[in-house]
């Protein structure tokens, strides 16, 4: 069966960074394409990035610049590094294999996710 565990999460200060990892198994990540989304209090869920097959990848506007999306075909693991972390990044971090991404984003399995904090 198919598993994504993240892990990584916890609290930092503004500015901070932290790296997240999502280990999968039953699903080659190489295969697929693989996102992050996030859930922050009171908001509805959004994608954060994904990463398609081919290793071309997508960023919300709001994390553009300062996360970075990144698979590791021999661990089978994605990670999303996320530097010059500000206080709306805090948010539930999920990851996620994308049944489809282009033209528009379709989960086929999630995480149970991974708690952000950006606080000072």
């Known amino acids: 069966q198919v598993q994504l565990v993240e892990s990584g999460g916890g609290l930092v200060q503004p500015g901070g960074s932290l790296r997240l990892s999502c280990a999968a198994s039953?699903?080659?990540?190489?295969?697929?394409?693989m996102g992050w989304y996030r859930q922050a209090p009171g908001k509805q869920r959004e994608l954060v990035a994904f990463?398609?097959?081919?290793?071309?990848?997508n960023y919300a506007d709001a994390v553009k610049g300062r996360f970075t999306i990144s698979r590791d075909n021999v661990k089978n693991t994605v990670d999303l590094q996320m530097n010059t972390l500000k206080p709306e990044d805090t948010a539930v971090y999920y990851c996620?294999?994308?049944?489809?991404?282009?033209?528009?984003?379709?989960?086929?399995?999630w995480g149970k996710g991974t708690l952000v904090t950006v606080s000072s």
């Open positions: 996620c294999s994308l049944r489809r991404a282009f033209p528009s984003q379709s989960v086929d399995y």
């Open positions: 039953g699903i080659a990540v190489s295969i697929k394409a």
């Open positions: 990463i398609i097959s081919g290793g071309g990848t």
